[in-house]
């Protein structure tokens, strides 16, 4: 097990490549970089859909309809998640229940699925502490669940980029569960970093926004809107429980979004030169009622 200090973590940039080509006057980039959409789809009522087919999905990148290379329906794609705890001062009333929320998301992740999926469990104060490697046993991560402890400061967009880092390696989907109240004090990367970096890496981004201080005017809750935004983002969801017995079933309904995700994958091509190194991305259904969570976009160099 090794710790972070927020001042050391390496940064790490994916580069990928551009060519241009000139057409009817106009200069367009086209990508060969493969790039990825982990899809949920829910209807009206905000129940899962999960019988669409390739047809159903129309995907534009900054305007220009693509094609998709491969569509996955109910992806067995396996999935490495990346559960972030926060451990800071501001978190210390309410870490026993993240606790306890966490040991059953691990036992709902190993007891199904896909026998390739496996979890890797992050907590952070000032500094950001992985305890091992991805596993798919429960035994070494409730040990370390157990020696938890609140203290100093909180470094929300350090855990997201290092985090983010390390799931960039392995195969398959890229997800990160943080739960915190969101308010980064002492984080050495910034927003934009660490949502260029999820971006990067491909993640899925879910936020469970504890609030231990409320009603207070002069909390900061600017790390709060932080994760809501960057969980929209790149697809995932953004949950605020009304109370701490709601931790569990937060944490068996983004399980269950897991299970239904559709996987389409896709070279850009013909894009519009642009000074923006965002490039947005929209998924549209050809089905009306229905509405296709995903991410937003990606970054190019």
């Known amino acids: 097990m090794g710790r972070f200090r927020s001042s050391k973590i390496a940064v790490g940039l994916v580069l990928t490549s551009a060519l241009l080509l000139a057409q009817g006057g106009a200069v367009f980039t086209s990508k060969t970089t493969l790039r990825r959409l982990l899809i949920t789809v829910k209807n009206s009522q905000g129940q899962l859909v999960g019988n669409l087919e390739r047809p159903d999905f129309k995907v534009s990148v900054s305007g220009i309809v693509q094609e998709i290379a491969a569509f996955e329906h109910h992806t067995e794609q396996p999935l490495s998640i990346a559960l972030l705890l926060d451990a800071s001062g501001s978190t210390r009333k309410d870490l026993e229940y993240e606790i306890q929320a966490s040991r059953s998301f691990l036992a709902s992740i190993t007891k199904d699925g896909n026998q390739r999926d496996a979890l890797c469990l992050f907590t952070f104060d000032q500094d950001v502490t992985p305890h091992g490697g991805f596993t798919r046993g429960t035994g070494r991560i409730d040990a370390a669940l157990k020696n938890v402890r609140a203290s100093a400061g909180t470094s929300v967009y350090d855990a997201l980029y290092l985090a983010a880092e390390t799931l960039e390696k392995r195969d398959g989907r890229h997800v990160i569960v943080i739960v915190s109240d969101g308010v980064d004090t002492t984080s050495a990367y ?104 995903t991410r937003g976009g990606y970054y190019e160099d």
């Open 190 to 293: 910034k927003y934009h970093d660490a949502l260029k970096m999820v971006h990067a890496a491909d993640v899925v981004v879910y936020s469970v926004v504890v609030i231990p201080v409320r009603n207070d005017p002069g909390r900061n809750i600017g790390g709060e809107n932080a994760l809501i935004g960057i969980s929209q983002s790149t697809g995932g969801k953004a949950f605020s429980p009304a109370s701490r017995e709601q931790l569990t079933p937060i944490f068996s309904q983004i399980l269950k979004d897991l299970r239904t995700q559709y996987l389409i994958d896709f070279y850009p091509r013909n894009l519009p030169e642009s000074k923006e190194p965002f490039r947005p991305v929209r998924v549209e259904l050809a089905t009306p009622g229905l509405q296709a969570s």
